[in-house]
């Protein structure tokens, strides 16, 4: 068929295609753009030492800035329940049927669930409502509405989920008729439950493993009855129909704990970041100044290359397929009286399953630097107790007047808080990680002597002749392994990966049998 208007398609072309239609030069110009584009990052940002540039030695400003958050709140609003429908039945012959109205359809309800591949709260913590979907009205023809949609919350293993405040109307509440009909006899209506039982609050759950199944947070509201349930010798055509019950709306806290199955410690400038690199596809800011890294920063191994078959033997029936490393700020001596940035970010690292020591080979005595390190990890750990104990000792006070003749006093029980003092040694839950040493730099001239004292140091503690460098009884010293790396040109960081897989898989077996522990309220 011939096109009703020629001309119109004529006029139109620049508009459909325009690329095919561009001057040469507008074509040109355009491609030149990108190499310029490419340019900007080596022309302004040279890499800091004279060696080549690229994916593990890149320029100061090729890095993808982390997006980081431990915290949101969030409320949340479960769907309400549709309404019921008012509606008869109106055929040929049959002006007046019989009442045919739909029951309203549930409301939506908000599951949580802990997932792999998420790793911090950013998404969460920039939105601050979470609404599932409401149920739909019931139609005519007896169509009842369809549900609402349910949500479920994504977040990192590790996150501990707080209920702040709920409101829950009452499962069953009273129906919300049109019009008084409190005299009026009507049928008995049918018993509405919700589906799913609204969990008794406050919620408080520490998700320190994937759960499998969402956990349900909120319910969704009961649809309402359409009229045919009202139908009564009194009322043979009832006009009314009951709404939607309205739904749980909550406010919760997250909290993130736990990041990785490795975390990464070490002095600033130590080589972290650039064996995450090397690790993993992060790209992670690399400098040769302190403190290049400013906040947290995870990667995940993909140890099985996407083919379904792991690279790496793993205990156990489950192939392990892949691990997450972490990657926090350096820490420096006084690190835990708030030296530096402080110790805070090793609250991420403190439940990895793993630790692992990055110490430059280059700079000095790395046995040193091994010691100075696990001291202030130990000094925080022993903060941490401290804190610990001190919450359960105010928890453990029983502050009921009692009476004496002296007058009142408050009753503290100071033997309970000395035993619940010595019940635990300090620092014992991250002195009693695996850990071993990643000596990193060893490209650089010199490095050798360094690194045979500092295996021999991690030797004579495996063995058992030095004690754990935290000075922590009874801590892990199974195999205290060095494990000598060039991050920069990416050697050595297999056997990082074998190892690390060793030891997570010997850690494996202590975990949490259950995903989810309901904390004490
Ligand atoms: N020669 C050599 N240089 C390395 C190696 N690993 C890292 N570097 C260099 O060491 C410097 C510091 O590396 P980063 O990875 O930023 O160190 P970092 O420990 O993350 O530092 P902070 O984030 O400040 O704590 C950079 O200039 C790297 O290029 C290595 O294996 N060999
Ligand atoms: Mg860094």
């Not at 890149?58 to 949340?76: G, H, N, S, V």
């Not at 769907?79 to 008869?88: D, P």
């Not at 009842?144 to 293993?157: A, F, L, Q, S």
């Not at 402080?342 to 399953?353: D, S, W």
């Amino acid at each position: 068929m011939a096109p009703r208007c020629s001309c119109s398609s004529f006029t139109l072309a620049p508009f459909l295609y325009p690329p095919l239609l561009a001057p040469r030069s507008i074509q040109v110009s355009r491609a030149a753009l990108r190499p310029a584009t490419q340019s900007r990052s080596s022309s302004t940002g040279k890499t800091v030492n004279d060696l080549p540039e690229s994916r593990l030695n890149p320029a100061p400003d090729d890095y993808a800035a982390p997006r980081f958050a431990d915290k949101a709140e969030l409320t949340l609003y479960a769907g309400r329940g549709g309404n019921g429908c008012v509606s008869f039945l109106r055929e040929a012959f049959m002006p007046d049927g019989p009442p045919n109205g739909g029951d309203g359809g549930t409301g939506g309800n908000i599951y949580i669930q802990a997932a792999h591949g998420e790793t911090s709260l950013h998404k969460l913590s920039r939105r601050s409502f979470v609404r599932a979907g409401r149920g739909r009205h019931g139609q005519g023809s007896a169509k009842g509405g369809t549900r609402g949609e349910d949500v479920v919350i994504t977040v990192p293993v590790g996150t501990i989920v707080r209920e702040l405040e709920r409101y829950d109307p009452a499962a069953e509440e009273d129906m919300n008729m049109k019009g008084d009909m409190s005299a009026e006899a009507f049928p008995k209506l049918p018993t509405r439950r919700r589906p799913l039982q609204q969990p008794e609050g406050p919620i408080l759950l520490d998700l320190s493993r994937p759960t499998e199944q969402p956990i349900l947070l909120a319910t969704g509201g009961i649809g309402g009855l359409g009229n045919p349930h009202f139908t009564s010798r009194a009322h043979p055509r009832p006009m009314f129909a009951t709404k939607g019950e309205e739904a749980v709306t909550m406010k919760i806290e997250l909290e993130l704990k736990l990041l990785a199955d490795v975390g990464l410690v070490g002095l600033p400038n130590a080589g972290k970041s650039t064996l995450l690199r090397a690790l993993t596809n992060s790209r992670t800011r690399v400098g040769a100044w302190a403190f290049t890294t400013l906040l947290p920063n995870i990667g995940t191994v993909v140890l099985d290359k996407y083919s379904g078959r792991p690279d790496v033997a793993t205990k156990g029936g489950n192939a392990r397929t892949r691990f997450s490393v972490a990657d926090i700020p350096g820490l420096i001596e006084g690190a835990h009286l708030d030296h530096g940035l402080g110790v805070a970010f090793l609250r991420h690292v403190e439940r990895a399953g793993v630790l692992a020591f990055v110490i430059d080979l280059s700079a000095g005595d790395a046995v040193k630097a091994l010691d100075a390190l696990w001291r202030e990890v130990g000094l925080y750990a022993q903060m941490r107790e401290d804190e610990e104990r001190d919450r359960e000792a105010a928890s453990r006070i029983d502050w009921s007047l009692t009476d004496s003749p002296s007058g009142p006093r408050y009753d503290f029980h100071m033997d309970e808080v000395a035993s619940a003092s010595t019940s635990k040694p300090a620092a014992r839950h991250i002195a009693g990680k695996p850990w071993f040493v990643v000596a990193t730099k060893a490209d650089l001239p010199e490095t050798q002597e360094n690194f045979r004292k500092l295996k021999s140091y991690l030797e004579s503690i495996t063995r058992g002749e030095a004690p754990h460098p935290s000075g922590v009884e009874k801590a892990w010293t199974k195999k205290c392994a060095a494990i000598p790396v060039s991050a920069i040109n990416g050697q050595g960081v297999d056997r990082v990966v074998h190892w690390t897989v060793g030891l997570l898989d010997e850690g494996s077996g202590k975990t949490l049998s259950s995903p989810v522990t309901i904390m004490s309220r």
